[in-house]
């Protein structure tokens, strides 16, 4: 089922969880990135990849159908929330290959991976709360 994240990460209640540093090593081995932050998440700040795959989060149920079933998905989001849920529902479509990206962009920016911020920032109380402002 999960051969291709094989001896990486951790597993609860049948989801795969794993560290940035354990997800770029997965992405540099073919793996996929699938973001499912909204558009005005992905405006904020952006994983630095080549390549990746965005899907919103609010979009999943009509657009399942279009993701690449035969690669192995790194699921992400801003915190690892919405991303486990994305996950459950992707293995109840015959995906074989998820695993979760644990923290989501939030532990990502922290752990130093790469990047792409946009003029704006993200402040508030926790990140899961997020307004723009404009950097100074």
Same mark, same amino acid.
């Given at each position: 089922?999960?051969?291709? #994240? /094989? &001896? =990486?990460? #951790?597993?609860? &209640?049948?989801?795969?969880? =794993? ?14 990135? /699938? ?11 952006? #994983?630095?990849?080549? @390549? ?7 979009? /999943?149920?009509? =657009?399942?159908? @279009?993701?690449?079933?035969? /690669? ?17 529902? =992707? ?5 074989? %290959? ?16 790469? %990047? ?19 950097? @100074?």
């Amino acid at each position: 089922m999960k051969e291709h #994240f /094989l &001896n =990486l990460g #951790f597993e609860i &209640n049948g989801v795969l969880h =794993l560290t940035g540093r354990q997800a770029i090593q997965c992405i540099e081995a073919g793996a996929v990135l /699938l973001d499912i932050r909204e558009d005005y998440e992905i405006a904020i700040k952006d #994983f630095g990849l080549a @390549t990746k795959i965005e899907c919103a989060y609010s979009q /999943l149920d009509s =657009l399942i159908h @279009t993701l690449p079933a035969g /690669l192995p998905l790194i699921v992400a989001d801003c915190v690892g929330i919405h991303s486990k849920e994305c996950i459950v529902k =992707l293995l109840e479509n015959g995906f074989q %290959m998820t695993a979760n990206l644990s923290g989501g962009i939030f532990d990502w920016e922290r752990d130093g991976l790469p %990047m792409r911020k946009m003029d704006e920032v993200m402040s508030g109380q926790c990140p899961c709360i997020i307004k723009t402002r404009t950097q @100074t």
